[in-house]
């Protein structure tokens, strides 16, 4: 049996930034996410411009998730994807995480990481839908390029549909947003910003069925219900923004139970740990005074975790880990570094 020293359950920001500073404090690492891909919800907006990262310039959030997975891999940790954790006991003086396929992990701590949880698309209650998800039906936008010149139709009212209906406007041949409800939901500039430029939006009206191409790979119109009628819409591309689902099950063993506050957030006893000694918490998930759920704040919790998790396990440790200007560790790859850049 592999023990590890750390398991970060999650593998969004802050499980991937506490990988990385757990790799600083020399501990072996492992980060188990749900998903097939890392990066939490951040996969959610990726084509999103962030601004509000200290040092870092204006960044597109996919190139900015890219980068912080490179760095959670600077000091090699053990990555488990597809996998979902549903129970943490304790067995002596380790931890045992027990996963949906039947695996087991153990570890000398734990890092929770789990952020708002599992987010998956609602997906269209249409059958047959799941197989156009490889063409022309999209829950999520990787790269926007593809839109360019397209007649695009997109489902929802909410903030993600319309900010991408207002992402895509300037590249779009054509925009039809439709939405069940009679008024949109989304913020009230993104919303005038549509209507300015004309979109055609259709209130009331959702979508019937998916009619395909003659060789059954795409869509190639859309049968809408606008009201008591139905009409076809002709389309490249179809967006469905029906929101997400989102699971933030995690059971522990009594006795290893850390306490939560009425949102279900893990209260912070200070320096990220839980009411469980060996188990912390950090990011979305955590609570505690003057918290910040932002990037930002992720990325000091994690810090945080580490460092408690690194005394935890060596009580006479250094409560932080060496400055980067003067740790050991990186040395040999900054001379690397310094050689590649000349
Ligand atoms: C639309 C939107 C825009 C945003 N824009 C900004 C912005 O501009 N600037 C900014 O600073 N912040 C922004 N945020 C906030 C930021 O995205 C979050 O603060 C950050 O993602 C939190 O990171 P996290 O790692 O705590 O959680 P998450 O990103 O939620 O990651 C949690 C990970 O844990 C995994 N997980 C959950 N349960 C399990 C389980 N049982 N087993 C295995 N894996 C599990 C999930 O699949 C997920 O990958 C935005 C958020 C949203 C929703």
């Known amino acids: 049996m592999e023990v590890f020293d750390v398991t970060i359950v999650g593998g969004g920001p802050a499980g991937l930034y506490s990988a990385f500073y757990s790799g600083m404090r020399d501990l072996k690492t492992k980060i188990i996410e749900f998903h097939p891909y890392l990066g939490g919800k951040v996969n959610i907006f990726?084509?999103?411009m962030l601004w509000d990262i200290g040092g870092q310039p204006p960044i597109v959030a996919e190139k900015f998730i890219g980068q912080l997975i490179e760095q959670a891999m600077t000091f090699e940790p053990t990555v488990c994807l597809n996998t979902k954790v549903e129970h943490?006991?304790?067995?002596?003086?380790?931890?045992?995480?027990?996963?949906?396929?039947?695996?087991?992990?153990y570890s000398k701590t734990v890092i929770i990481a789990i952020g708002g949880g599992i987010f998956q698309p609602i997906k269209l209650e249409i059958e047959g839908a799941e197989k156009y998800e490889m063409t022309n039906l999209?829950?999520?936008?990787?790269?926007?390029?593809?839109?360019?010149?397209?007649?695009?139709?997109?489902?929802?009212g909410g903030n993600a549909a319309i900010d991408w209906a207002v992402e895509l406007l300037p590249i779009a041949k054509k925009l039809t947003v439709i939405y069940r409800s009679d008024e949109l939901k989304a913020h009230e500039a993104q919303v005038k910003k549509l209507k300015e430029h004309q979109v055609e939006i259709l209130l009331n009206t959702e979508i019937q069925s998916l009619v395909s191409?003659?060789?059954?790979?795409?869509?190639?119109?859309?049968?809408?219900?606008?009201?008591?009628?139905?009409?076809?819409?002709?389309?490249d591309d179809i967006i469905i923004c029906h929101g997400y689902n989102r699971e933030v099950s995690l059971d522990f063993a009594q006795g290893i139970l850390p306490?939560?506050?009425?949102?279900?957030?893990?209260?912070?006893?200070?320096?990220?740990?839980t009411t469980?000694?060996?188990?912390?918490?950090?990011?979305?998930?955590?609570?505690?005074?003057?918290?910040?759920?932002?990037?930002?704040?992720?990325?000091?919790?994690?810090?945080?975790?580490?460092?408690?998790?690194?005394?935890?396990?060596?009580?006479?440790?250094?409560s932080y880990a060496m400055v980067s200007s003067h740790n050991e560790k990186f040395r040999d790859r900054n001379q690397k570094i310094l050689v590649d850049m000349k």
Request: with cysteine; charged share 30%; aromatic share 8%.
């Open 46 to 48: 990726l084509e999103k």
């Open 138 to 156: 999209h829950y999520t936008i990787n790269g926007i390029e593809r839109f360019a010149g397209k007649d695009i139709l997109i489902s929802g």
């Open 259 to 273: 306490k939560r506050n009425d949102n279900q957030l893990f209260e912070s006893e200070g320096q990220c740990q």
């Open 213 to 235: 191409n003659d060789e059954k790979t795409a869509i190639e119109h859309v049968v809408i219900r606008e009201g008591d009628v139905d009409k076809s819409v002709t389309v």
């Open 88 to 105: 943490i006991e304790k067995q002596d003086d380790v931890f045992v995480i027990s996963t949906n396929n039947g695996e087991k992990h």
């Open 276 to 318: 469980t000694p060996g188990i912390f918490a950090v990011g979305d998930i955590v609570a505690y005074s003057d918290k910040v759920y932002l990037l930002v704040g992720t990325f000091n919790d994690a810090v945080l975790a580490v460092n408690s998790a690194k005394k935890y396990l060596e009580p006479d440790a250094n």
